[in-house]
């Protein structure tokens, strides 16, 4: 399978503290990969770095055998690296429709047209509006995404994401902070861009058992470095992962005296 | 989605009142009446354009006055030096606009990389240098005395010069109508919402804070061409702190991220300037107005930081909201919904 994606000995070092160390990976086109590791491990960091958000110290980053690690992250979105954030990162003030649509407006390339009303682009709205359908948020269209309930700017997250278009969605914990009620409707929309596209997608998530199988693959990072990457029933075995991940090395630190 | 109407209600009531304002020479004759209103079409224009960057964009500016006065420089400069026709005058517009828009352009992308407040910080600066200029090039600017010259023969008479303040005014609030609802002004408010995001939906937005700060540049420019005209007089204070400090007010008071507030706003300071000074042949106290204008300022910003406008339509949005929400309930009683927790607290 071809390579979409890329990561080599990439690393970022704050002060003395290296977040995150050395992980090189590789992610096949159309691949579910999920990240998992404790609180700490560098997750989010790992996704800034691939993202662009923060610049690496070290290694590099590949988009289809491309470097890019020196772009912007507005390049890199451009090129078909999307993502959506763990801290809910909307346009508070502006309806849960324009949110959507300035992401379809981004990915139409209507950048800086200015004869025509922007409610006359009328594909562009109706685009926003399908891909509202998707994440099931059609009835609150013109709410300001300030008023939605966490589960629901979560959802509009992931719409903003979907609008974008591109060809690798980064997801950060999309059902982070959310009521148990609120994630199997997630699930059910990344269950939906997984059997319907041909994206390739990296998940970060902290709930184990959900992801077990959605996944086609899945890395652990711990301290920063990268413990463990292998198809879900690998990990599950693996007695390094159970005793980093599911607490093993927590309990005996706290328990020693 | 609605295709918004070219009638809706609040362009009928902007037509009807700039049809009102057109007719006023008409049927008044007193010459106070009109220059105060003409001050506040000119001052309204001002107010427009801040409001483009710290409204629409969010981009807090300290050296607005700059464009202002490079507006009104270049005109008197321009009257002064060559025959005061309109021709002259029109070219003067032009001229001051183009080095503006060149000015405007080399400062935003220069400084705004920065973050908000560094940002105000070095407009302040550079607005600052350009004021030195002003007062030191005395060969061009007479410096701080400033010099009066002779208005186009046409503007000789006040009403012609009332409309075409006017109609500048109207031209200038339909262009940004139209462009704050293009997609372009929508990215501009993305900006301003989040600008980290808007980066991240793959938007360059520096890129849009220099097309936002030159517009705003450019029309400032106008503004400060008509003033100058007005007075027939120009000297640095055209370039001073007051006259950002002024816009802002305006901006502030009549509602920011509205088209409409800022023209309030500057309706609303320029009456109250004229009357409160006014007042000050009874009352001596009101010769210090600009102190009751300080507490009024204060006032409003923290009792009514949304402004005039901001604060009437936030009004008028929650009592839509709340006859909503009221009927939803209504509909919402007869049927409970599955998982809501019922009065014993514990979750169906």
Same mark, same amino acid.
């Given at each position: ?122 594909? %562009? ?55 148990? /009620? /609120?994630?199997?409707? %997630?699930?059910?929309? %990344? ?26 693959? %899945? ?32 309990? /005996? ?5 | ?43 309204? #224009? ?14 807090? =500016?300290?050296? @607005? ?9 270049? =005109? ?11 021709? #002259? ?27 908000? @407040? ?94 936002? =700060? ?22 640095? =204070? ?111």
């Amino acid at each position: 399978m071809e390579t979409i994606l890329k990561t080599s000995q990439l690393g970022i070092q704050f002060g003395g503290h290296k977040a995150v160390d050395n992980v090189t990976i590789d992610i096949p086109k159309k691949h579910f990969k999920s990240i998992i590791g404790p609180n700490g491990a560098g997750k989010t960091t790992f996704f800034n770095l691939i993202s662009g958000e923060l610049q690496a110290t070290s290694g590099e980053v590949f988009f289809k055998g491309e470097n890019i690690s020196r772009r912007s992250p507005v390049e890199r979105t451009r090129l078909g690296l999307g993502r959506s954030f763990q801290i809910t990162n909307v346009f508070p003030n502006l309806t849960v429709l324009e949110n959507v649509r300035l992401a379809v407006q981004s990915r139409e390339k209507i950048r800086f047209h200015v004869l025509r009303h922007f409610t006359s682009y009328k594909r %562009i709205t109706e685009g926003a509006i399908s891909i509202l359908e998707q994440v099931m948020l059609t009835n609150k269209l013109y709410m300001p995404a300030s008023q939605l309930s966490h589960g629901e700017k979560r959802k509009l997250e992931i719409a903003m994401l979907l609008a974008l278009d591109t060809e690798v969605l980064l997801l950060d914990e999309p059902t982070a902070g959310m009521s148990l /009620e /609120e994630v199997p409707a %997630i699930l059910d929309v %990344i269950r939906g861009i997984k059997r319907s596209s041909e994206k390739t997608i990296l998940l970060i998530e902290h709930k184990m058992d959900m992801i077990l199988d959605l996944s086609d693959s %899945i890395m652990v990072l711990f301290n920063g470095r990268l413990l463990a990457d292998g198809t879900p029933q690998e990990i599950m075995n693996n007695e390094t992962v159970q005793n980093a991940y599911l607490g093993g090395l927590y309990d /005996e630190q706290l328990t020693m005296p | 989605m609605k295709r918004q109407s070219i009638f809706t209600t609040s362009n009928t009531v902007f037509c009807v009142m700039a049809v009102i304002l057109a007719i006023v020479p008409f049927v008044s004759d007193s010459r106070t009446t009109l220059i105060l209103l003409t001050q506040i079409f000119i001052f309204g #224009i001002l107010a427009m354009s801040y409001d483009m960057l710290l409204g629409y964009t969010g981009i807090v =500016s300290f050296g @607005h006055a700059m464009f202002f006065g490079i507006g009104a420089y270049t =005109s008197a400069i321009m009257l002064n030096m060559y025959e005061s026709t309109m021709a #002259i005058f029109t070219i003067s517009i032009a001229v001051g606009m183009l080095l503006s828009a060149v000015l405007s352009f080399f400062v935003g992308l220069l400084t705004l990389r920065l973050k908000s @407040h560094y940002y105000a910080m070095l407009t302040l600066a550079i607005s600052g240098l350009v004021l030195v200029v002003a007062e030191k090039w005395r060969t061009m600017t007479k410096g701080n005395d400033g010099f009066t010259f002779r208005a186009p023969e046409f503007f000789r008479d006040r009403m012609m010069f009332y409309l075409f303040a006017l109609a500048c005014l109207i031209v200038i609030y339909i262009i940004f109508k139209r462009f704050v609802g293009s997609p372009l002004g929508r990215v501009l408010i993305a900006v301003r919402e989040n600008e980290q995001r808007t980066a991240s939906l793959g938007y360059k937005t520096l890129h849009y804070k220099v097309i936002a =700060s030159v517009l705003a540049g450019v029309v400032a420019s106008l503004a400060g061409s008509l003033y100058a005209v007005s007075l027939r007089f120009v000297n640095t =204070s055209v370039m001073s702190m007051d006259i950002t400090l002024d816009a802002l007010l305006m901006t502030i008071i009549g509602g920011v991220g509205t088209l409409i507030g800022p023209l309030l706003g500057a309706a609303v300071i320029e009456f109250a300037q004229h009357y409160l000074s006014g007042l000050a042949r009874d009352y001596p106290i009101f010769e210090r107005w600009i102190i009751i204008f300080g507490i009024i300022y204060i006032l409003a910003v923290i009792f009514f930081p949304r402004g005039i406008v901001g604060t009437l339509s936030q009004k008028l949005g929650e009592w839509k909201m709340k006859r909503k929400t009221a009927a939803v309930e209504e509909t919402f009683q007869k049927v409970p919904p599955p998982g809501i927790a019922d009065e014993s607290g514990e979750w169906k």
